[in-house]
């Protein structure tokens, strides 16, 4: 059964009789009380790697970009440091628990009670530390794979971004070519109008000087 702060907090020993070795009273009530501090700060540290934990493995909304990538990277490294503090204060308040255990005895009250409460913090410190464990496991996991998952989806937009440029590109290509052509026809045909006129006024003019030369030759004055 799990160690609670509470078993620590209102945990009680009964006084051995006069003479016989055991603890010092003080210094048990300074290290229960620092072990029940200790347990309730790596459980509400547990509850908040599971939020985290499953906050990360929420659905990543549309429209992803770096702000996303660079949320999730500092999420994952926040993940980490909080649970390397974690790991690293239930094994110290583990190594506490074990000099308690292993010092010798001063004055009185219950040292056989005392080695339970002691042992049972130790296997819950020891608990903690694993669940730490775990949970750090489980949020980076969920972490890495949250910031992949934008990646693709940046590189997914990126692509049809990209594609659609090309394709854009090529359009106007096409009809800037399509209108190249048309000109070009049109310009051919002007010539051929323009070539027809002049070749028309050239007759025009010719049949003009013929019939003055005609009407010069017929006037005998």
């Known amino acids: 059964m799990p160690l609670t702060p509470a078993d620590i907090h209102h945990v009680e020993f009964a006084r051995t009789a006069l003479g016989r070795r055991g603890y010092d009273e ?7 009380d620092e072990a029940a501090q200790e347990l309730v700060r790596l459980i509400d540290e547990n509850d908040e790697l599971r939020r985290r934990a499953e906050a990360a493995a929420e659905p990543v909304p549309a429209g992803p970009g770096e702000a996303e990538v660079a949320a999730a990277a500092a999420e994952l490294e926040r993940a980490r440091q909080g649970c390397e503090q974690a790991e690293e204060q239930a094994r110290r308040l583990a190594s506490r628990l074990r000099q308690a255990r292993q010092a010798p005895a001063a004055v009185v009250p219950g040292g056989e009670n005392l080695d339970r409460v002691l042992a049972m913090a130790q296997r819950t410190a020891d608990g903690h530390v694993q669940e730490a ?15 992949q998952q934008i990646l693709g989806e940046a590189r997914m937009l990126v692509t049809g971004i ?29 010539t051929r109008v323009a070539v027809g006129y002049r070749a028309a006024l050239g007759d025009h003019l010719s049949g003009q000087c013929q019939r003055l030369d005609g009407a010069t030759a017929d006037d005998p004055s």
């Open 133 to 147: 464990h775990q949970e750090s496991h489980a949020l980076i996991t969920a972490a890495r794979e949250r910031s």
């Open 26 to 32: 003080e210094q048990v009530d300074a290290l229960l």
């Open 162 to 190: 990209e594609r659609e440029a090309h394709q854009q590109h090529r359009e106007a290509i096409a009809a800037v070519q399509s209108n190249r052509d048309g000109m070009l026809r049109e310009i051919d045909e002007l």
